[in-house]
């Protein structure tokens, strides 16, 4: 397995404009986590899918993020409109259960100036 | 609210030391606990994974344990080496997940 595949690595944005982050999760892994890495606040969960559906979202910052996961291979997170305090590192990552171990894609790195 | 704590936030050894990384949680119940490893500009590697029954999980030079009842984790790495400087987390995961902030190590040759 190629393990958590996510896209663009770099993605540089300006203000005001639409962000999608893309997100392969590992075969067969039931859960799918977003998280944000900032230097101030660290890690932070966002939101995570267990089967394709939402379980919990509480970490989702504002109603400009959404995140939607429409087939079990397929996540994407979206930020409309993007302000700068957005840029982050944005992490997917998958476990097989709940509790269980998470394996991290590479990030997505989001500048907005 | 900071529900994971690692302890120090910066650590530099001379190569060769065995050294300890501590991680502490308020919340003692936790299905597993997980070490991980960050690069700098890179994703999380995991380390180790310790089920909520177990006590300790090796792997190589890397030896983590878990004592649920005091709220600890930590992780040992035996005969550092310069390639083992990396800020490394711990993550537990229970009704919620939460990351600890990490310490940054830095092995001296």
Same mark, same amino acid.
């Given at each position: 397995?190629a393990?958590?595949?996510?896209?663009?690595?770099?993605?540089?944005?300006?203000?005001?404009?639409?962000?999608?982050?893309?997100?392969?999760?590992?075969?067969?892994?039931?859960?799918?986590?977003?998280y944000?890495?900032?230097?101030?606040?660290?890690?932070?969960?966002?939101?995570?899918?267990?089967?394709?559906?939402?379980?919990?979202?509480s970490?989702?910052?504002?109603?400009?993020?959404? $995140?939607?996961?429409?087939?079990?291979?397929?996540?994407?997170?979206?930020i409309?409109?993007s302000?700068?305090r957005?840029?982050?590192?944005?992490?997917? $990552?998958?476990?097989?259960?709940?509790g269980?171990?998470?394996?991290?894609?590479?990030?997505?790195?989001?500048?907005?100036? | 609210?900071?529900?994971?704590?690692?302890?120090? =936030?910066? *650590?530099?050894?001379?190569?060769?030391?065995?050294?300890?990384?501590?991680?502490?949680?308020? %919340?003692? !119940?936790?299905?597993?606990?997980?070490?991980?490893r960050?690069?700098?500009?890179?994703?999380?590697?995991?380390?180790?994974?310790?089920?909520?029954?177990?006590?300790?999980?090796?792997?190589?030079?890397?030896? !983590?344990?878990?004592?649920?009842?005091?709220?600890?984790?930590? *992780?040992?790495?035996? !005969?550092s080496?310069?390639? %083992?400087?990396?800020?490394y987390?711990? =993550?537990?995961?229970?009704?919620?997940?939460?990351?600890g902030?990490?310490?940054?190590?830095t092995?001296?040759?």
């Open positions: 397995d393990g958590v595949i996510q896209s663009p690595r770099h993605e540089v944005t300006e203000m005001g404009q639409e962000v999608t982050l893309r997100c392969k999760p590992i075969s067969g892994h039931d859960y799918l986590f977003w944000r890495q900032t230097m101030m606040r660290g890690l932070e969960l966002l939101i995570y899918f267990n089967n394709n559906v939402p379980i919990d979202d970490g989702m910052p504002e109603d400009r993020f959404s $995140a939607k996961m429409p087939n079990a291979s397929f996540s994407t997170l979206k409309q409109p302000e700068p957005d840029s982050a590192v944005y992490f997917c $990552a998958s476990s097989l259960a709940h269980g171990g998470y394996t991290f894609g590479s990030g997505t790195r989001l500048t907005v100036v | 609210k900071q529900e994971v704590t690692q302890i120090p =936030a910066a *650590l530099s050894v001379p190569e060769g030391e065995n050294l300890v990384l501590n991680c502490s949680f308020t %919340d003692s !119940a936790i299905y597993n606990l997980q070490w991980f960050q690069d700098p500009g890179k994703g999380l590697t995991s380390l180790l994974l310790i089920q909520s029954s177990q006590r300790e999980q090796t792997s190589g030079r890397l030896n !983590a344990s878990l004592d649920k009842s005091s709220g600890r984790s930590t *992780l040992y790495i035996a !005969a080496q310069p390639g %083992d400087s990396a800020t987390l711990c =993550a537990r995961f229970g009704n919620q997940f939460y990351f902030t990490g310490t940054s190590l092995v001296i040759p």
